[in-house]
């Protein structure tokens, strides 16, 4: 049996994530909310991890974000305040969701009529409430309501369906996504858009106990949107090149690696290394300069430049860095929340020395076969 508590020999690719700067995030993020007073519900699409969760859980987040039907069943295995941030559009979708255990307070985000009654529906038939935020359209221009008109009018419908509460308002700031230095116009935009929201529901008579929104390129400014009491960041667990890019992290933040080994170093001036996209996804660096696919950690100054399915191939033009077959590097990945969901397992790493492993729990569909 090979030896897995280093990381000389574990087998490559490999996610592996750094203990020490992942614990540090969750803290400095968890104080964040702490001091401004704002509930933290982490989107656990980064992590799809009951253990990594329970952390974040364990550090005073009021409940967890998910995407999908089975990261909510996978999670209400830690948590039972859960919020689905996406349309709970369709059958199957809506009866997953009502059919959660019964002691998880479930929260959907929806901008349409539709999903107001078919989520209605399954929380009718499943003899349960299920709370509603009512998505607004802030600026990203892909769900939510763009007509306050039209969101008053959701959220009375809403208010009208037995089996549904209103239980606020939702938005995300997916739009901003330039270096946090330079965000003061947008943010301005984005805090007017929502003061005249919540005026219009509050002179329409409709209560508004939660305003839900954030980010991680946007999470240190969270407390500078009024009216924002909840904030769902997911990234920031593990961040990544593109958040170091745009200064919502430090390159000393990035917590989550791709482990991989030099396999070829035949063709001058590249090495290529045994992550490609299906280890590195094909994600472009977003709101800031960075070309290719990757930078290595210890050589920030070598990136991946092209891949293939297993084949990533290193730029060494800029670097007197010289690596030999065999040699191992790590990954830091445009977009980390693609490289987990692309693992079954993801090894815990203090120095050299591998501690733990956990499960992608979340990763897939939970889909049932036929
Ligand atoms: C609805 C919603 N909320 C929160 C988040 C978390 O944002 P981030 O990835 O910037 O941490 C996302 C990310 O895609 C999202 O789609």
Redesign the pocket.
């Known amino acids: 049996m090979t030896d897995l508590t280093s990381l000389d020999t574990l087998e490559t690719p490999a996610a592996v994530v750094d203990l020490d700067r992942m614990e540090r995030n969750l803290d400095t993020a968890a104080s964040y909310a702490a001091e401004h007073g704002l509930a933290l519900r ?2 656990v ?2 992590h799809k991890s009951p253990r990594i969760a329970s952390a974040q859980l364990a550090r005073g987040a009021a409940g967890l ?1 998910c ?1 999908t039907p089975f990261e909510a069943e996978v999670m209400a295995t830690v948590s039972d305040d859960l919020l689905l ?2 349309p709970p559009v369709g059958a199957a979708r809506a009866e997953r969701i009502a059919a959660l255990p019964a002691n998880v307070r479930v929260t959907v ?1 929806l901008d349409s009529v539709q999903a107001v009654d078919e989520i209605g529906h399954a929380a009718r038939a499943a003899e349960r409430t299920v709370g509603v935020y009512v ?1 607004l359209d802030v600026g990203m221009h ?2 939510g309501v763009p007509a306050l008109e039209d969101a008053l009018a959701l959220a009375s419908r809403v208010n009208a369906v037995r089996g549904l509460e209103l239980a606020g308002v ?1 938005f ?1 700031p ?1 739009h901003v996504r330039e270096s946090v230095d330079e965000q003061d116009a947008a943010l301005r935009r984005l805090g007017d858009g929502l003061d005249r929201a919540l005026s219009r529901f509050k002179a329409a008579g409709l209560s508004v106990p939660v305003v ?8 240190w400014r969270t407390h500078e949107l009024p009216g924002v009491t909840e ?6 667990v593990y961040n990544d090149r593109t ?1 170091a890019a745009i200064g ?1 992290c430090a390159w000393e933040d990035c917590a989550l690696s791709v482990l991989a080994t030099v396999v070829s170093t035949a063709v001058p001036g590249q090495a290529v290394i045994d992550a490609g996209t299906k280890a590195l996804g094909r994600e472009p660096v977003r709101g800031a300069d960075g070309e290719g696919f990757g930078q290595l950690l210890e050589h920030p100054e070598v990136i991946v430049a092209r891949m293939s399915e297993e084949h990533g191939v290193l730029d060494l033009s800029r670097s007197d860095w010289r690596p030999v077959v065999g040699e191992r590097v790590r990954v830091i990945p445009n977009h980390v ?1 693609i490289v987990v969901h692309l693992n079954d397992l993801v090894y815990g790493v203090r120095g050299d020395a591998v501690e733990t492993s956990w499960p992608v729990a979340a990763r897939g569909r939970g889909q049932q076969a036929v």
């Not at 839900?212 to 999470?219: A, D, F, H, R, V």
């Not at 904030?231 to 920031?236: A, I």
């Open positions: 982490p989107h699409k980064t974000t995407a941030a996406y985000a998505e892909r769900v939702a995300y997916g839900s929104g954030g980010s991680t390129p946007t999470l904030f769902r960041p997911g990234t920031y958040t919502a929340c």
